[in-house]
Each structure stands twice: as C-alpha cells, then as structure tokens.
Nanobody
Framework: QVQLVESGGGLVQAGGSLRLSCAAS????????MGWFRQAPGKERDVVAL????????YYADTVKGRFTISRDNAKNTVYLQMNSLKPEDTAVYYC??????????????WGQGTQVTVSS
C-alpha cells in the first residue's frame, strides 16, 4: 500500500554514528505509524524503534535506548533513524516499515528493501 525506500547504510567503526533515511510514497504518509527493525544473519527480526503517525509517541528497544533516535518529517514523507555510539552487535540489515497502528510491532505490514549496517570492532 505504501512504498518505502531506504538509504544511509554502510560501514562504520565502533563508536561512530550513522543516519538512516526512509522515503515513503503516497499522500497518506501522515496517517501511518513508522518503525525501524533489524535482522542479523541467522537471527530473528527485532524491533528497534517505533514512532506514531503524529510523532508524539516513540518506543525504543532496550538495546538501543539512549543511543538511537527515531524521528519523522511528515511534510517530506520521510522517517529517520539517527544511530550514535554504534557497537559491533548493531550490525544487521535494517528495515523501514509502516503500519496503521504504532503498537504492536507485529502489525507493521509495509516494508522497505533493507539496508546493510556494518559496525567494525
């Protein structure tokens, strides 16, 4: 229903920073909750951060709380994930997702293609 295109992934050193961007199509972006998820090789997909349609409510996984910030600019149809103090265990494919409700994470049903984030030690 909504098309998502991610950018900003790459290779960084531990302790470094990276900002991911997700551009959404359509005129209804402002009605969607948005989220970032990640999946390491051989691991389950995990929620990283969620943000409500209006941006007032945010959720962070305990593993990234205090280091990552999710934000959105509805005028630009874009959601961001600012990642600071990166650790090797943050290495994963990161996916942008959209859903009709902020919670639960399993309700997100539109996905980007994924972007690789690699943090070297």
């Amino acid at each position: 229903q909504v098309q998502l295109v991610e950018s900003g992934g790459g290779l960084v050193q531990a302790g470094g920073s990276l900002r991911l961007s997700c551009a959404a199509s359509g005129r209804t972006f402002e009605s969607y909750a948005m989220g970032w998820f990640r999946q390491a090789p051989g691991k389950e997909r995990d929620v990283v951060a969620l943000i409500s349609a209006g941006g007032a409510s945010r959720y962070y996984a305990d593993t990234v709380k205090g280091r990552f910030t999710i934000s959105r600019d509805n005028a630009k149809n874009t959601v961001y994930l600012q990642m600071n103090s990166l650790k090797p265990e943050d290495t994963a494919v990161y996916y942008c997702a959209a859903g009709r409700n902020t919670w639960p994470p399993g309700g997100y049903d539109s996905w980007g293609q994924g972007t690789q984030v690699t943090v070297s030690s």
